[in-house]
Antibody, heavy 117, light 108 residues
Framework: EVQVVESGGDLVKTGGSLRLSCAAS????????MNWVRQAPGKGLEWVGR??????????DYAAPVKGRFTISRDDSKNTLYLQMDSLKIEDTAVYYC????????WGQGTTVTVSS | EIVLTQSPGTLSLSPGERATLSCRAS???????FAWYQQKPGQAPRLLIY???SRATGIPDRFSGTGSGTDFTLTISRLEPEDFAVYYC?????????FGQGTKVEIK
């Protein structure tokens, strides 16, 4: 079965860091375009960033609100995608989803990040 | 950044009725890179339509997408009880990718 499972969400103070993980099964993360999307409480979907497949160069792009603070990476040996989040702000509070594909057609259940002062 | 504006914000309809959801882009979008998602409370989004008009795997044919340039439409031909949800348009061509703010389809 093709699926992704996010983990790593937590309560963290402003200015802190957190690393989210997205473990994939049924497909190879390095061969797929992968995305991070977030949803603040009661709000709509917000694209966070994506990383291209290794064959397509493997580069990552980010939304303006997170550029310079968030980093997307992969561990091919673990078939896992990561989102490193630094200098966290209150407005980063959200459910974070990982999705595979372009557009994303394999989604996890999300992991909750809460940033407090 | 391409801003996607969805209308209406809320659509109140009865089961069996036709739903027409609109999404307007602030600049022209390549049709190959336009999608629609459905999201129900407490669930992850589900891909319905990609490449403007192609249905994702397992999506019933009552869902259809059309459009080009800056104007795109999702049509649900006859609403089933399970179709009441929030729908988002999404462009996935150039970065940054963006989503519309969503249209809620509620039971009248």
């Amino acid at each position: 079965e093709v699926q992704v499972v996010e983990s790593g969400g937590d309560l963290v103070k402003t200015g802190g860091s957190l690393r989210l993980s997205c473990a994939a099964s049924g497909f190879t993360v390095s061969n797929a375009w992968m995305n991070w999307v977030r949803q603040a409480p009661g709000k709509g979907l917000e694209w966070v960033g994506r990383i291209k497949s290794k064959n397509d160069g493997g580069t990552a792009d980010y939304a303006a609100p997170v550029k310079g603070r968030f980093t997307i990476s992969r561990d091919d040996s673990k078939n896992t995608l990561y989102l490193q989040m630094d200098s966290l702000k209150i407005e980063d509070t959200a459910v974070y989803y990982c999705s595979g594909g372009s557009p994303g057609d394999v989604w996890g259940q999300g992991t909750t990040v809460t940033v407090s002062s | 950044e391409i801003v996607l504006t969805q209308s209406p914000g809320t659509l109140s309809l009865s089961p069996g009725e036709r739903a027409t959801l609109s999404c307007r882009a602030s600049q022209s979008v390549t049709s190959s890179y336009f999608a629609w998602y459905q999201q129900k409370p407490g669930q992850a989004p589900r891909l319905l339509i990609y490449n403007t008009s192609s249905r994702a795997t397992g999506i019933p044919d009552r869902f259809s997408g059309t459009g080009s340039g800056t104007d795109f439409t999702l049509t649900i031909s006859r609403l089933e009880p399970e179709d009441f949800a929030v729908y988002y348009c999404h462009h996935y061509g150039t970065s940054p990718r963006t989503f519309g703010q969503g249209t809620k389809v509620e039971i009248k």
